[in-house]
T-cell receptor, first 115, second 114 residues
Framework: AQTVTQSQPEMSVQEAETVTLSCTYDTSESNYYLFWYKQPPSRQMILVIRQEAYKQQNATENRFSVNFQKAAKSFSLKISDSQLGDTAMYFCAFMKTNAGNMLTFGGGTRLMVKP | NAGVTQTPKFQVLKTGQSMTLQCAQDMNHEYMSWYRQDPGMGLRLIHYSVGAGITDQGEVPNGYNVSRSTTEDFPLRLLSAAPSQTSVYFC?????????????FGNGTRLTVT
């Protein structure tokens, strides 16, 4: 079974600064996918970024980028130029290849962006 | 563009009552699933389906039933509600055609069992 750990229950950052959210996972699989989801107060689950384990290049989406370290089983999310709208819960998630829709989620990190 | 629709948004039940959480998607997705979200535990998979007529258990299936009679609908039934089932419930769907396509989530149902 897979496990996903987010060791930072809460974090805060000043507007326009950079923040990094940590995620580690445990698996015996060699092919898999990793995701970061954002959940604002509206409760909606929004996909922020995803990474295929077979790709060495780190994924980027505008101000969001990841540091994927496969050997260390680490998948951190960096948010650059933080904005007030980035305030949300962030969840790291793992999915085996061909696992349908079975994701394993971490416990989440609550991020507060301060003006 | 409805996507994944969950009803109701909020529900309060008394211990022992039964109810059905509704989930419908209009994207012709083969895969559908139910998750529950509890503080500090992220989302945990309750049941999932890979197509009409096929369902299977996830990580926390006890106390819940599902069925998938059509591609569009995937209702979650609580047979005899317990306070431990107080949670936020999310339905999600995904296309089978692209194996790394993202999950589409509904907006959740907040259930309180007293």
């Amino acid at each position: 079974a897979q496990t996903v750990t987010q060791s930072q229950p809460e974090m805060s950052v000043q507007e326009a600064e950079t923040v990094t959210l940590s995620c580690t996972y445990d698996t015996s699989e060699s092919n898999y996918y990793l995701f970061w989801y954002k959940q604002p107060p509206s409760r909606q689950m929004i996909l922020v970024i995803r990474q295929e384990a077979y790709k060495q290049q780190n994924a980027t989406e505008n101000r969001f980028s990841v540091n994927f370290q496969k050997a260390a089983k680490s998948f951190s999310l960096k948010i650059s130029d933080s904005q007030l709208g980035d305030t949300a819960m962030y969840f790291c998630a793992f999915m085996k290849t061909n696992a349908g829709n079975m994701l394993t989620f971490g416990g989440g990190t609550r991020l507060m962006v301060k003006p | 563009n409805a996507g994944v629709t969950q009803t109701p948004k909020f529900q309060v039940l008394k211990t022992g009552q039964s109810m059905t959480l509704q989930c419908a998607q209009d994207m012709n997705h083969e895969y559908m699933s139910w998750y529950r979200q509890d503080p500090g535990m992220g989302l945990r998979l309750i049941h999932y389906s890979v197509g009409a007529g096929i369902t299977d258990q996830g990580e926390v299936p006890n106390g819940y039933n599902v069925s998938r009679s059509t591609t569009e609908d995937f209702p979650l039934r609580l047979l005899s509600a317990a306070p431990s089932q107080t949670s936020v419930y999310f339905c999600a769907s995904r296309s089978q055609g692209f194996y790394n396509s993202p999950l589409h989530f509904g907006n959740g149902t907040r259930l309180t069992v007293t």
